[in-house]
């Protein structure tokens, strides 16, 4: 009984994995991405060295074919532009598939600022262009890290832009992966579209504010230069100040979206079954983060769900794992600033193990203004190689 259940399973997703794929179609430079990743992934299993695939960064939902509105989210690619370079200091070879214009390793440490990129330089008298001195050593830091990464073939870098787009890659690097074995690693960090409109549902062009079609049939060839009147009487309705106090049903724009498929189980059944496989979980409710990450955890059958809140990401997670107890990663007290109470002893201090509130997520009315002192990716990815070599050991024992 329990074997023909998971059998039925397993080919329910199969089944909405090739429905899904033969509908919506791949990225244009699908091919070009795919050529580049089986190059950089079969180097680095030559040499025996642990390949990451990093995705980061939100996805779009496109609502036009010719697309000029889309669907998007509030992820800038921070996680996973951050992670990366810690990856790559940890030893790993690093694929980061990436939405397109998101952070990236490296430059992320200037493209994000609060200020423009070019207040980070001057000009000499002699017409060179040089980084001011208050920055010049962590610019030369960071520069000496990158070319370090590039010189060493460690770093390959993927975008995508749509829901659709991401989903292709996802699966054709994860298959390609499967040389690696146990060494390679899937750090899911990318914020994953929930819903899009399926393409045979998708509007050809952009769509309108009102029926211009219909209305310039109705009307026959014209040579006048004015816009008609049913038409300048559409763009009223639809101005944007208009104060008008109800707006007819037939006037608005209803978005019928469908839910994006979890593929999830099929990453772990079929795509890269031996790799180890980490997906990430955001919420703002505390009191279901880790309900939610252990949820996700059973129903997929994977190796970790790190579990963080939208107000305190920056400063902890928590780790879901089999066989493990929850574990809490956070900022150390020491490298945190003082509270908006100027109370020094309330910071950190649910993460000190001997209290009650250990295994609770922190209070951020007791965290400072600002960003922590360190970035808590320093923390995750060591914690993130240890479970991956524990990975590898148990999956050796069983050859």
């Not at 060493?152 to 298959?175: C, G, K, S, W």
């Not at 060839?221 to 208009?242: I, K, S, Y």
């Not at 020491?334 to 193990?353: F, M, N, P, W």
């Amino acid at each position: 009984m329990s074997s023909n259940t998971t059998g039925t399973s397993a080919s329910s997703h199969q089944v909405v994995e090739n429905d899904y794929f033969g509908s919506n179609p791949p990225p244009k430079a699908l091919p070009k991405h795919v050529a580049a990743a089986e190059s950089f992934i079969n180097h680095h299993a030559a040499a025996g060295r642990r390949v990451v695939l990093v995705t980061s960064g939100g996805t779009t939902v496109p609502l036009e074919k010719h697309t000029v509105r889309f669907i998007d989210n509030f992820s800038a690619g921070t996680r996973g532009a951050t992670s990366a370079e810690y990856f790559l200091e940890s030893g790993y070879a690093v694929i980061f598939l990436h939405r397109q214009f998101s952070l990236l390793p490296y430059s992320r440490h200037y493209s994000h600022s609060t200020d423009c990129f070019l207040d980070f330089l001057h000009e000499n008298p002699d017409g060179s262009v040089v980084a001011n001195p208050s920055h010049q050593d962590k610019m030369l830091r960071v520069l000496r890290e990158y070319n370090a990464a590039k010189r060493q073939n460690l770093l390959l870098m993927l975008p995508f832009v749509t829901i659709t787009d991401y989903l292709h890659e996802l699966r054709a690097v994860a298959q390609l992966m499967r040389p690696l074995g146990p060494n390679g690693l899937l750090y899911l960090a990318a914020a994953v579209s929930d819903f899009f409109v399926p393409a045979d549902r998708m509007s050809e062009h952009k769509i309108q504010s009102m029926d211009v079609t219909e209305i310039l049939k109705q009307q026959g060839p014209t040579t006048q230069t004015t816009e008609p009147r049913e038409v300048q009487q559409e763009e009223e309705t639809f101005d944007n100040f208009d104060s008008s106090p109800a707006v007819p049903r037939s006037k608005r724009l209803i978005v019928d979206l469908d839910p994006v498929p979890k593929f999830l189980k099929n990453l772990v059944d079929g795509w890269a079954p031996e790799g180890m496989i980490v997906s990430f979980k955001l919420e703002t409710d505390p009191a279901i983060l880790v309900y939610k990450a252990k949820y996700s955890l059973e129903r997929y059958q994977h190796h970790l769900v790190i579990g963080n809140l939208l107000s305190t990401r920056k400063w902890e997670v928590v780790f879901v794992a089999p066989g493990h107890k929850d574990r809490w990663i956070r900022v150390p007290i020491s490298r945190r600033k003082k509270t908006l109470s100027g109370v020094e002893e309330l910071v950190g201090a649910a993460d000190r193990d001997s209290t009650s509130e250990a295994d609770k997520p922190l209070d951020p009315a007791t965290l400072p203004e600002g960003e922590p002192e360190i970035e808590i990716e320093s923390l995750i990815i060591p914690a993130v190689e240890e479970l991956h070599s524990k990975h590898i050991e148990v999956a050796s024992s069983k050859k």
